[in-house]
């Protein structure tokens, strides 16, 4: 049996700690391509108790109507490009303070 000394073991540590480093800044590039995802649309409904089926239009439909004063800055960005009527974007746009949601 070969004895290795500590300097070949420090050596190993190094390059499994770059390895794993690289591999979870992949995994957050994949997850910001797919900010648009069903999936998220789904997570939006589920946070303001609203019915999760449907396409994401109809999800971001649904969410400007009956949750719109609630939603954050960042969900109403997100929701945005999916309403269909110009008065629901103009509302949703002019309220600028955020409700808390009532428990």
Do not use: C, H, W
């Amino acid at each position: 049996m070969q004895i290795f000394n500590e300097s070949y073991f420090l050596f190993i540590y190094d390059i499994m700690a770059k390895s794993k480093s690289k591999s979870k800044s992949k995994n957050k590039s994949k997850t910001l391509k797919n900010k648009n995802s069903l999936d998220t649309f789904v997570k939006l409904a589920k946070k303001y108790a609203l019915s999760q089926s449907g396409s994401k239009k109809q999800i971001a439909e649904r969410l400007s109507a009956l949750r719109g004063a609630y939603l954050s800055k960042n969900e109403k960005q997100l929701i945005l490009p999916y309403l269909s009527n110009n008065v629901n974007k103009r509302i949703l746009i002019k309220q600028k303070t955020r409700k808390k949601l009532p428990k």
